[in-house]
């Protein structure tokens, strides 16, 4: 069905919406709101050797527009783009029987629900992760304040913290181990 006049030969007509009044008749709403009409009508299908050089929109434009009449999963094919793959595998579920829209309904739900489950568990393991990295940069920052300290209290000279970070939480315990034993023998 052709909407706008014949006269008019875009196929493709974009809208915005804009102020009424004559003195800002080009303020716009909003630019994230646009209404897009395409007729099909319109639209001149190009032969197949040109289908893959067309634009995202003249793709579906043709594969709208040539669907009924012709085998989908070969126009799939000749427009070289795995959208119209998936395209033409919903319109064949739509075509089938009830039985098998409901399998391959039931199949697309699965595939779907199986997405969001891993991406659920992506996220857990990274808050588990960042939990624990919080952890244990929490207990390392403990033991380096403590060596700090001690090396003070002992009259060592204070190590800086940059450096102290290098080290492992192995390291860093054995370490105020070291210190601490210094302060218990130096008392007697």
């Known amino acids: 069905m052709v909407v706008f006049s014949a006269r008019l030969s ?5 809208f915005r919406l804009r102020c009424d009044q004559q003195e800002h ?6 630019d994230d709101l646009a209404f897009h009409t395409l007729e099909l009508p319109k639209y001149v299908v190009p032969g197949d050797n040109e289908l893959c050089s067309l634009s995202g929109l003249e793709k579906w434009l043709c594969f709208l527009k040539q669907a009924g009449q012709r085998d989908v999963h070969e126009l799939a094919r000749l427009l070289a783009d795995e959208v119209f793959e998936e395209a033409s595998g919903v319109l064949d579920m739509i075509s089938q029987s009830p039985e098998n829209r409901q399998f391959y309904e039931a199949r697309l739900k699965f595939l779907h629900d199986e997405e969001a489950r ?10 588990e992760g960042l939990a624990k990295g919080r952890e244990e940069g929490a207990a390392q920052g ?13 009259g060592d000279s204070v190590t800086t913290t940059d450096v102290l970070l290098q080290g492992s939480a192995d390291e860093l315990s054995k370490r105020l ?8 023998t130096r008392g007697n």
């Open 25 to 30: 008749q080009d303020l716009v709403f909003t």
């Open 177 to 184: 181990s070291e210190l601490q034993e210094r302060l218990r």
């Open 10 to 14: 875009a196929y493709h007509l974009s």
């Open 118 to 127: 891993l991406i659920a568990d992506r996220e857990e393991a990274l808050a």
């Open 142 to 154: 403990t033991l380096i304040g403590k060596i700090q300290i001690l090396q003070e209290i002992v």
